[in-house]
């Protein structure tokens, strides 16, 4: 029995008849499917979405499969990809696999046996983020946040809406309590490998951050810039 929220399915394939029968089946079974034929437009989605899985092909135009993988893990990503591919040599599989890949099909593949991978990949994915990540409620203080609504509830008591970026950074440093974060891993996780926001940027999200959660902004107890190195959140 499937979860009642869809699991979300990014379909890269570039041709296009395959790529139709795919997301029809796999929109069968129950999940929410994007597709797109081409790399770049797969780094594009990645960036602005969360997906649970990627159906990636390898024989792509513009960028191909295997460097479509390395960016996304550059971006320290781990969504879990599954390689389509018409190659089916050992050699191209362990490429694809060390890439960063998660699992690798031939084509031509019997769907049956398609549709139970994904599955698994995404209860597998499922079962680690529900023991590593922080809860989609977190409170501290007299503070409240909810990374899926994207809101929080403030000191004063006040409903706060949340930026996407802000919802994930504050979530990388509550995963990460009591450690610094550093400016590379917030640039990594929070902005993309391919846009560098300034120092000033990220200390803009902090300083909104003491506004909605601190007692007094100007003696943080929460959330705190280490000069030179990065970001931390205590309690």
């Known amino acids: 029995m499937k979860e009642a929220t869809k699991a979300s399915i990014l379909l890269v394939e570039d041709e296009e008849n395959l790529q139709?029968?795919?997301?029809?089946?796999?929109?069968?079974?129950?999940?929410?499917?994007?597709?797109?034929d081409n790399g770049t437009a797969a780094l594009k989605a990645v960036k602005n979405e969360y997906f649970d899985l990627i159906i990636l092909d390898i024989m792509l135009p513009e960028m191909d499969g295997i460097a479509v993988c390395e960016n996304?893990?550059?971006?320290?990503?781990?969504?879990?990809?599954?390689?389509?591919?018409?190659?089916?040599?050992?050699?191209?599989?362990?490429?694809?696999?060390?890439?960063?890949?998660?699992?690798?099909?031939?084509?031509?593949?019997?769907l049956e046996e398609l549709l139970l991978r994904v599955e698994k990949l995404i209860v597998k994915n499922k079962r680690?983020?529900?023991?590593?990540?922080?809860?989609?409620?977190?409170?501290?203080?007299?503070?409240?946040?909810?990374f899926a609504?994207?809101?929080?509830?403030g000191k004063d008591g006040k409903h706060y809406e949340l930026s996407k970026k802000e919802t994930m950074l504050l979530k990388l440093l509550i995963e990460n309590k009591g450690?610094?974060?550093?400016?590379?891993?917030?640039?990594?996780?929070?902005w993309g490998y391919n846009v560098y926001p300034t120092t000033r940027?990220?200390?803009?999200?902090?300083?909104?951050?003491?506004?909605?959660f601190e007692e007094d902004s100007r003696n943080s107890r929460y959330?705190?810039?280490?000069?030179?190195?990065?970001?931390?959140?205590?309690?």
């Open 20 to 36: 139709e029968a795919l997301k029809l089946n796999l929109e069968l079974e129950g999940y929410e499917v994007t597709a797109v």
């Open 223 to 235: 959330f705190h810039s280490v000069r030179g190195v990065g970001y931390k959140f205590t309690e």
């Open 128 to 146: 680690i983020q529900d023991k590593d990540s922080v809860s989609t409620v977190y409170r501290f203080g007299s503070n409240e946040i909810d």
């Open 72 to 110: 996304i893990r550059i971006q320290n990503n781990e969504v879990p990809i599954l390689f389509l591919s018409a190659k089916n040599s050992s050699a191209d599989r362990v490429l694809g696999l060390k890439k960063g890949g998660d699992d690798y099909m031939t084509k031509p593949f019997n």
């Open 179 to 190: 450690e610094v974060v550093t400016r590379e891993k917030i640039l990594q996780v929070v």
């Open 149 to 153: 609504a994207q809101e929080c509830i």
């Open 201 to 212: 940027t990220i200390d803009n999200f902090i300083l909104n951050f003491r506004k909605y």
